[in-house]
Each structure stands twice: as C-alpha cells, then as structure tokens.
C-alpha cells in the first residue's frame, strides 16, 4: 500500500503590522497630554525669563540715568548696539528699550514683577503700562489675566471697558441670602453695568431684541460676562400648576456650581421684577438644580435702576439675586442727517454674500 505524502502544514498567518497592542491609544493619548504639558511649561518659563530679563535691563537703564545722566540718545545707541550683536533677536530696539525702563519704573518691587507679572506676556505688560492708569489697577488686570488666560486682546478689551471699576459693583442681596465663601465669590462675578456695545440697536427696541443681539454675538457676550458661565439656553420653558413660563436667558457657572439666570429688561427696575426673578429661581431649585448645586442665582438686567429701590426690593428677599444695568451702541448716536440712510447690518451682509458669488461665478 502506497503511503500517503504528509502533507505540509502552512505556517500560521502572521499579524497584521498595522495591528495595534492592547492599550496603545490610551499611552498614545496620555503622552499627547504630557508633551502639551511640558510645552506649555517650556513656553510659560521661557516668558518669565524673558520678563524678568527685560526688567532687569530696564532697571539698570534707570540707574544709570540716575547716577550719570544717561539721556534718550545713549539709549537709541545702546538698542543699536544690541540688535548689531544679537542679529535675528528681536526685542532691544530703542523703543523696546524705553519700554523696559517704564516697566522698571513702575514696578522697582521685584518680588511682584515675579507674581503675577511675568506670568503674562510681555505685549501683555506694556498694555497695562499704556492702558491701565495706576498701579493697583494694572496689577488687577494683569492677575484676572493669569486667571483667565486672557491674551493680549482680550486684556486690552477689558480694560477698555472699564472692567476694573465695573466688577462686583451691582446691588446684590448676596451676603444675606448665601453663604459666605459662595456670596464672596457670586458679587465679585457680577459687574455693574453690563458692556454691551457690540450690540447695535434701533431708537425703539424690545427685550426680544436684546436677547437675540447678545446670542448672534454668543462669544462676547460670554466674555463680557466672565469667566466660568456656560450656555444653556435661551426661553427655558418651565411649568407650574399646567401653566407655562420661560426663562429669558440661563447659564450655569463652573466655579460656582450653580444655575444662573438672567431675567432681560428694557426699562428701569421696578420691584416687581424682583419677585418674579424669586419665583424662577424657586423653579429652577426644584426642576433643575441637582442634589450637589449649590443655590441658583439671578441676575436682572436693567436699562436703568434706582439704586435705594433696588436695595429695597431685595432686602427682604429669600433668593439670592443681584440687579445691573446694561449699556448698548444706540444708533441715534449717528447725526441727525445720516440717520435712515445707512443700510442696516442684514441689507449689508446680502449685498456683500451678492458681490462674493458673482466674483466666484467668474
């Protein structure tokens, strides 16, 4: 009997080099978070080098101006001198150069040009040594910007706006309707007024058009805000007893651990408003508010107020709530001659979106 061949046994297939072990898009995510991290902090200590370098070079041009009489043309010649030396090194032109001796000048103390100064970009620092006007106000800005992470524009914006005098200046019943660290920390959120010129309206507006300006423009109006609020909704429909109700505008507050909402109005504070702001609140508690939130806050937003009124009507009043005016761009503020013949923002923009497709169609 002929015997059967064995037959050969193929080797088993081998894996594909393209398939991935067990865990590796969780290390490969972790090391992304570690890089980002170590670039920031790279980024980070390279500024404050670059700050205290500049600081320290502005000091020294101060001293010897003090002591030998250094005048304007012997700094143009040292920023021509330096920028010879380090040729690619932006940063020590004569402008620059004065620049860091303003800064030295206006801080000589340099435990604080240590915190919180250079943590924020030097841009950032001579913003506040042109914008701000005295020392308590620049170094508030400069930390609200380490705060937030606000960039040079947004720092610049802010103190255009006027943020250091506006910020906790509304009429709150905070300190009696919360708790302390939680009442501290809800005034200083709230400003008085509200900025909201990027809104531009007609001579005669309504609640409606307030509220559909500021979420057109959702970006600024949560920077005008502050930092921490987060967007929930707008006409927030709640029911009580089968009836129906809806919430102008709410928000929820990271750093607070509570709903926030805002109640929109065209004219002056009335205490009427203020009860019906304790009767949302009272709502949002019950149907909204989860077991570990602390107690919703409200804010009326008000054209106008009378601040003894205001005070009055919260004093007494269960919910915590805070009052503020608002300011918009009317555009009755345009000269009497011009008004009604300019185009309004949505005639602008179809003209333009007309203009844009004939070019693309050529």
């Not at 009580?240 to 102008?248: E, G, L, T």
Request: with cysteine; hydrophobic share 40%; glycine share 6%.
């Amino acid at each position: 009997m002929a015997k059967k061949k064995p037959t050969s046994k193929s080797p088993p297939a081998a894996k594909s080099s393209t398939a991935l072990p067990v865990g590796y898009a969780d290390l490969l995510n972790e090391l992304k978070t570690r890089i980002r991290t170590a670039q920031i902090r790279a980024a980070l200590a390279v500024n404050r080098e670059l700050v205290l370098l500049y600081w320290g070079i502005g000091r020294d041009i101060l001293r010897r101006q003090a002591e030998g009489g250094w005048g304007a043309k012997v700094i143009d010649r040292l920023g021509r001198d330096l920028h010879t030396e380090f040729a690619g090194v932006a940063g020590f032109s004569p402008r620059n150069l004065k620049y860091m001796r303003a800064f030295a000048d206006a801080w000589p103390d340099e435990s604080i040009v240590q915190e919180p100064l250079a943590q924020i970009t030097w841009y950032s620092n001579i913003a506040l040594l042109e914008k701000a006007r005295t020392a308590d106000e620049r170094l508030w800005y400069a930390r609200k910007a380490v705060e937030n992470g606000w960039s040079r524009g947004v720092l610049v914006l802010q103190i255009e706006s006027g943020l250091y005098v506006r910020q906790g200046k509304a009429i709150t019943n905070f300190e009696s309707a919360l708790p302390p660290p939680q009442s501290d920390l809800a005034r200083e959120m709230l400003k008085n007024p509200y900025n909201f010129d990027f809104l531009t309206l007609g001579e005669k507006y309504h609640e409606a058009d307030v509220e559909r300006g500021l979420l057109a423009d959702i970006r600024r109006f949560l920077l005008e805000l502050g930092a921490g609020f987060a967007f929930v909704g707008q006409q927030v429909h709640v029911e009580v007893s089968n009836k129906d109700f809806y919430i102008d505008l709410l928000f929820y507050h990271l750093r607070l651990r509570c709903y926030v909402v805002i109640d929109l109005k065209v004219e002056e504070f009335e205490p009427e408003h203020a009860g019906k702001m304790n009767f949302y609140l009272s709502t949002v508690d019950d149907q909204l508010r989860h077991p570990h939130d602390q107690p919703s806050i409200g804010i009326i937003l008000c054209k106008s107020h009378d601040k003894i009124v205001a005070e009055y009507a919260l004093r007494d009043l269960s919910k915590p709530v805070g009052v503020a005016t608002y300011v918009i761009k009317m555009m009755e503020t345009l000269p009497a001659a011009y008004r009604g013949q300019l185009p309004d923002p949505k005639q602008l923009k179809s003209v333009l979106e007309k203009a844009e497709s004939s070019v693309d169609q050529r």
